[in-house]
Every structure is written in structure tokens, then in C-alpha cells.
């Protein structure tokens, strides 16, 4: 199973939007809505952003957004603040019953 | 609060074995699927394998890296997750995280560095 795709890095100023896009195929991000998109601090566990493509866990912020069409997954954040620069991953179930995730997207913000 | 917290973590010669333990509380424990991700030094996540609850068959299931050589299993007496690794190579050099699985990775515990160097 391969890694899905996504850019390795992003950047942004405070108070802007930036889109992290997240490619695989048919039998992961196309075939199940069980997208997940995590954000990792240096040196901290992986923190659950965006679940079932679109959903936010309680406690996350709404500037938070998510969205699929076909094979691509994309996380959204606006009103970008120093806080979220960190390394963000998808992660889609698959065809094989198992978990394959991204490679990592780090965010600079400027 | 869901706490998850990650023991047995070590240095191991390649070609041995090693134990890691999760200890859970806060939740249901023995209705939980759960999941082993680890991470290698500077690299992404990457899934290892799960362990079903009992009502859901018990069953596991691996990454093709790691099976055959890693086994799941868990202690719902004891609110418990293991990973058990064997015939362990440098690659398998990560932090090891343990979560809680549904339709995502819900809580992860804090992780346990594995280094499998001679």
C-alpha cells in the first residue's frame, strides 16, 4: 500500500488560508469517506484535526475545514495563527482493511 | 479523560525482540478496536496493525512490513494493549504510538521510542 501524496511542505502569512491536498486512488481516498487528517507539534503525538473528510472533533477549532472530491482529500485552514505551524497528515482507510497515511505536509506560517 | 500511555520502549540488536505495553483508561476499554503507528526518526506515520474488540471478532491485521514478525493482542482484565516484536531490524526503528480506532485514530498516547541498532 503506498503512501497517499501530499505536498511537502505549505506556507502562509497570519490571517490567511491555506489548502493541504492529500492524493491516493480508488481502493483509499476515493472508495471511503473515513478520511482523517492529523496535526503533529515537534516532539508531540499526532492530534486528530478532521474526521470522515468533513468533520470536526469538539474542541477544534472551526477555521478547521475538510473536503474530498474522487481520489483527493483537502484540508483547509483559515485565519491561519502561529499556533497551527506544525506537520499535518491524512490518513484514509482502505480496500485491504488497513490504514495507509500521507507523508506529512509541514506549515510554515510567515 | 482517555489516557493511553505507551511502556517497554528501548534499545534492541537487530534480530531480537521486544515487548511494548499501552495501559488505557478513561474509556471502555475491552469495546475499543485498537491500533499501533509508529514513526522513524523525521519520517511520517505509518500503521502497523489492529487488534478488534472481542464482540468484534478479536481479530488483527498488519502492514505488510511487519507481518509475520509482530503480533497484537490485548488484556481487557487488565485495560491493556501489547505489541509484541520479534526478528526486529533497523527499519523498525520509530516512536510507537498506540490509539483508539473507530472511523479515525480518536487518542493517541504520548509514544515509545524502539531502537533497534548493533
Known amino acids: 500500500q503506498s503512501a497517499l501524496t501530499q505536498p511537502a511542505s505549505v506556507s502562509g502569512s497570519p490571517g490567511q488560508s491555506i489548502t493541504i491536498s492529500c492524493t491516493g486512488t480508488s481502493s483509499d481516498v476515493g472508495g471511503y469517506n473515513s478520511v482523517s487528517w492529523y496535526q503533529q507539534h515537534p516532539g508531540k503525538a499526532p492530534k486528530l484535526m478532521i474526521y470522515?473528510?468533513?468533520n470536526r472533533p469538539s474542541g477544534v477549532s472551526n477555521r478547521f475545514s475538510g473536503s474530498k472530491s474522487g481520489n483527493t482529500a483537502s484540508l483547509t485552514i483559515s485565519g491561519l495563527q502561529a499556533e497551527d505551524e506544525a506537520d499535518y497528515y491524512c490518513?484514509?482507510?482502505?480496500?485491504?482493511?488497513?490504514?495507509?497515511f500521507g507523508g506529512g505536509t509541514k506549515l510554515t506560517v510567515l | 479523560e482517555v489516557q493511553l500511555v505507551e511502556s517497554g520502549g528501548g534499545l534492541v540488536k537487530p534480530g531480537g525482540s521486544l515487548r511494548l505495553s499501552c495501559a488505557a483508561s478513561g474509556f471502555t476499554f475491552s469495546n475499543a478496536w485498537m491500533s499501533w503507528v509508529r514513526q522513524a526518526p523525521g519520517k511520517g506515520l505509518e500503521w502497523v496493525g489492529r487488534?478488534?474488540?472481542?464482540?468484534?471478532?478479536?481479530?488483527?491485521d498488519y502492514a505488510a512490513p511487519v507481518k509475520g514478525r509482530f503480533t497484537i493482542s490485548r488484556d481487557d482484565s487488565k485495560n491493556t494493549l501489547y505489541l509484541q516484536m520479534s526478528s526486529l531490524k533497523t527499519e523498525d526503528t520509530a516512536v510507537y504510538y498506540c490509539?483508539?480506532?473507530?472511523?479515525?485514530?480518536?487518542?493517541w498516547g504520548q509514544g515509545t521510542l524502539v531502537t533497534v541498532s548493533s
Open positions: 490518513s484514509s482507510y482502505t480496500s485491504s482493511s488497513t490504514w495507509v
Open positions: 470522515d473528510v468533513s
Open positions: 490509539t483508539t480506532e473507530t472511523t479515525r485514530f480518536d487518542y
Open positions: 487488534i478488534r474488540s472481542k464482540t468484534g471478532g478479536g481479530t488483527t
